[in-house]
């Protein structure tokens, strides 16, 4: 295969990334977006490159502006998953897709991974000429999404309601990149982007009435349902939606890597040709 590190223009600061090219003709352009905190050279943006540039498709994996927990950007300023935002999440895909379009694919095939399947699916609801969807473990998103969280006892666990209150204060007060300490979470989160987590994420099953495309949702029978959604979301898909649960999985395909990569290019074969 041949390898580029490229970075896509934005607004602010690029994204870093890395484009994969099989030897030969290309099947189509794929999208690999990247859960939270984590990055395009680990997890599933990474694992699953290999398999589908060996099977002809042509693989964009970039780091978010949400990447990893904290980096420091130019000017000593911070950035990462703590500061990340649902607006940016989503703006960083269209810079993706328009940057696959560049190099002649204009539909592309899209793969998220936890948060990036959330916010995958925005982009196929948004995108209706997009060729196919796999979500990889897309949480369920949605208004609530902070609030199911510490139910589950992730995030603020039992003190939900104070560390929301505190948010809300700092943001008011012009102080929305002041960190809290949130151990059910990664480890911190600005005021600012755990109010916008609240009140701004992306609804899976909402976008599932509006996504057209053929859709492949996994998740790791180690998982819950009522946050991993797999099968209410193949359910109301406007379009035709394939919902599996991997045996012995859990949210990282830990030791099922090659297995998963497997599967989701069999079906991609099957359904892009």
């Known amino acids: 295969m041949h390898l580029e590190l490229i970075s896509l223009t934005t607004s602010g600061p690029p994204l870093d990334g890395l484009l994969y ?134 995030m603020a666990g039992d003190d939900s309601q104070l560390f929301l209150d505190r948010a809300r204060r700092l943001v008011a007060a012009g102080q929305g990149d002041d960190l809290l300490l949130m151990p059910g979470w990664w480890y911190a989160i600005s005021a600012a982007s755990l109010v916008d987590r609240h009140e701004n994420t992306p609804d899976l099953l909402g976008n599932a009435r509006l996504i057209r495309c053929p859709t492949l949702f996994l998740v790791g029978d180690q998982e819950a349902a009522e946050i991993y959604p797999a099968e209410t979301f193949a359910a109301l898909a406007a379009g035709p939606s394939d919902a599996r649960v991997i045996p012995q999985c859990d949210h990282w395909y830990t030791g099922v890597e090659d297995h998963v990569g497997q599967m989701v290019v069999a079906w991609l074969i099957d359904v892009v040709g």
């Not at 060996?54 to 300023?77: M, Q, S, W, Y």
């Not at 895909?93 to 998220?112: C, D, M, S």
């Not at 979500?135 to 998103?141: C, D, I, P, T, V």
């Open 21 to 154: 090219r099989p030897e030969g003709a290309a099947r189509a352009g794929v999208l690999l977006l990247h859960g939270n905190t984590t990055n395009f050279y680990s997890g599933p943006s990474r694992f699953l490159a290999n398999h589908l540039v060996e099977a002809g498709f042509v693989c964009l994996a970039f780091n978010r502006r949400g990447h990893d927990v904290i980096t420091t950007l130019p000017g000593k300023l911070p950035g990462g998953g703590a500061f990340q935002t649902a607006a940016e999440g989503i703006a960083d895909n269209e810079h993706a897709a328009r940057y696959l379009t560049e190099q002649g694919f204009a539909r592309p095939v899209v793969i998220g991974h936890s948060n990036g399947g959330l916010l995958g699916s925005q982009f196929a609801a948004d995108h209706p000429e997009t060729a196919a969807l796999v979500l990889l473990s897309a949480h369920a998103g949605g208004s609530d999404t902070y609030l199911r969280g510490c139910g589950a006892g992730e």
